[in-house]
């Protein structure tokens, strides 16, 4: 059983930056599959970027590809997703999703087992 936090979301200027963080527990944090995932209003879930393991493959969503990164810490159990320069259409609830077995592809959310609550982005123009 793993529980999942996000922390970090808030209101920042468009072109400022803002970093958010994921604590996940458990002892194998390390073989877990990571994702970060987004929701406006009105908006179905969307995929934001996901790394399948600590020394596996990196993916990002075309739109946030080049703005936003994420990295994994290990010794402390966090994911954390740097949003540089993100712009009013990035506004959204942002959720931090784990799966310690991948049985179909990183990019959709039915992979994850376990979510955090979420935290609220809100970028300004």
């Known amino acids: 059983q793993v529980q999942v936090v996000e922390s970090g979301g808030g209101l920042v200027q468009a072109g400022g930056s803002l970093r958010l963080s994921c604590a996940a527990s458990g002892r194998t944090f390390s073989s877990y599959a990571m994702g970060w995932f987004r929701q406006a209003p009105g908006k179905e879930r969307e995929f934001v970027a996901a790394r399948t393991w600590s020394g596996g493959s990196t993916y990002y969503a075309d739109s946030v590809k080049g703005r936003f990164t994420i990295s994994r810490d290990n010794a402390k159990n966090k994911f954390y997703l740097q949003m540089n320069s993100p712009k009013p259409e990035d506004t959204a609830v942002y959720y931090c999703?784990?799966?310690?077995?991948?049985?179909?592809?990183?990019?959709?959310?039915?992979?994850?087992?376990?979510w955090g609550q979420g935290t609220q982005v809100t970028v300004s123009s």
């Open positions: 999703a784990a799966a310690q077995v991948l049985r179909i592809g990183p990019l959709d959310p039915n992979a994850y087992d376990y």
